[in-house]
């Protein structure tokens, strides 16, 4: 999932000023499983505003889109956003990018940093996982991935400066490579370490530009 966290109170408080007429608008999805922008954060948040005395006079609805990266959830809300004269989202930034896509007059005010596609580990605890980089290599890596576990997205083994398995870059994170090399070990796979990965084309990943994808044939099933 994409995890985020919110913004300082000052920062939103800033972008909202000027307005007097807010709507809050919390994401169903990612950002409510890593409970920053759900419909609890949301609710929190607006008790929070409505405490600011540069804000005083602001009129705030708190509403919930389900996925806010999605055109047709946002049907039901027409009303909402017309009345608001701004928009608080609470998604991610692709949520917040998609709000003002739909809505190019409005002013969206991103609520939260968006960190990065992770998993839970722990309540309220969340590392990162995968950078999306368009062409995984988890086959080869024992299922761990050296572009976004590794501090040096290094592909063919360590840099050779972790110790007692913790990275040199942060010793609070584990070596992805000591990882690699111990999962491939209890599979039986070490031989997989002794073949050199190519060189990357990373056209596939950020460096191409921004990416799309579209799905060569769709079928819809009727009932
Ligand atoms: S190799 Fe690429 S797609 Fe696979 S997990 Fe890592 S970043 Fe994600
Ligand atoms: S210590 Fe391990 S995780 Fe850290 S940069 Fe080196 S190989 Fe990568």
Redesign the pocket.
């Known amino acids: 999932m994409i995890v985020a966290e919110q913004k300082p109170i000052e920062e939103i408080v800033q972008s909202i000023k000027p307005y007097k007429k807010l709507l809050i608008a919390a994401c169903g999805t990612c950002v409510t499983v890593c409970m920053t922008g759900g419909e609890k954060e949301a609710i929190e948040l607006c008790t929070l505003l409505e405490l600011v005395s540069e804000l005083e006079g602001i009129q705030i609805r708190v509403k919930t889109i389900e996925r806010q990266c999605d055109r047709e959830f946002f049907v039901d809300f027409e009303e909402d956003i017309e009345w608001a004269d701004a928009v608080l989202s609470m998604g991610c930034g692709v949520g917040v990018q998609f709000f003002a896509e739909l809505y190019p007059g409005k002013h969206i005010v991103p609520a939260l940093n968006t960190k990065f ?1 992770g998993v839970t580990r722990d309540v309220g605890y969340w590392t990162e ?10 086959e080869k ?1 024992g299922g761990v ?5 590794c501090s040096k997205s290094l592909f063919n083994g360590p840099c050779g400066g972790s110790s007692d398995g913790r990275c040199e870059i942060n010793p609070d994170i584990e070596c992805a490579w000591q990882i690699i090399y111990d999962r491939l070990k209890a599979q039986n796979r070490l031989d997989l370490l002794l073949e050199t990965l190519p060189p990357r084309d990373w056209s596939s ?1 950020r460096d191409g530009g921004p990416r799309s994808l579209r799905k060569s044939s769709v079928y819809l099933e009727v009932d």
Not at 129 to 138: A, V, Y
Not at 145 to 149: D, G, S
């Open positions: 596609f996982f995968c950078q999306g980089c368009g062409e995984c290599l988890l890596t991935c050296p572009v976004a576990r990943s």
